[in-house]
């Protein structure tokens, strides 16, 4: 009888510990993924930016690369982002519809994972036209 209960009771602790590592690793995985998810997501949004779409088709006005810096500075800051004007690079080539717009930006995010703390570096850019 004592041997039985203490197989129960091991095997108890082994998927006790189990779903504590498994719990840890999916907490992790969720807090280093979702910086990478923002960087996925800003990086769609600088090839919308870029596209020109609404300048090709007459809805906007063209935009001066300030403005465009701005935009992205709060595409950014929507996926949790912050960046700094002068880590949005907006190179334009040409004019109102027949131009093209590349842009890239560089950053730096703590990733703090159970009082882990580091840093990784991404960047973001459009297409190169």
């Known amino acids: 009888m004592l041997v039985l209960d203490s197989a129960r009771t091991m095997r108890t602790l082994l998927i006790v510990a189990a779903l504590a590592l498994l719990g840890v690793a999916v907490v992790a995985g969720y807090q280093i993924g979702s910086v990478y998810l923002a960087n996925m997501e800003l990086a769609t949004d ?3 930016l870029s596209s020109l779409t609404g300048t090709r088709i ?9 403005q465009i810096r701005g935009q992205v500075i709060e595409h950014a800051a929507q996926y949790g982002i912050q960046l700094e004007p002068a880590q ?3 190179e334009r080539n040409g004019e109102g519809k027949d131009g093209t717009i590349y842009i890239s930006t560089a950053y730096d995010t703590s990733i703090n994972v159970f009082g882990h703390r580091w840093t990784m570096h991404f960047t973001a850019a459009s297409l190169h036209s």
């Open 88 to 90: 949005v690079n907006v």
């Open 58 to 66: 007459g809805l906007v006005d063209p935009r001066s690369p300030d």
């Open 46 to 48: 600088l090839k919308d």
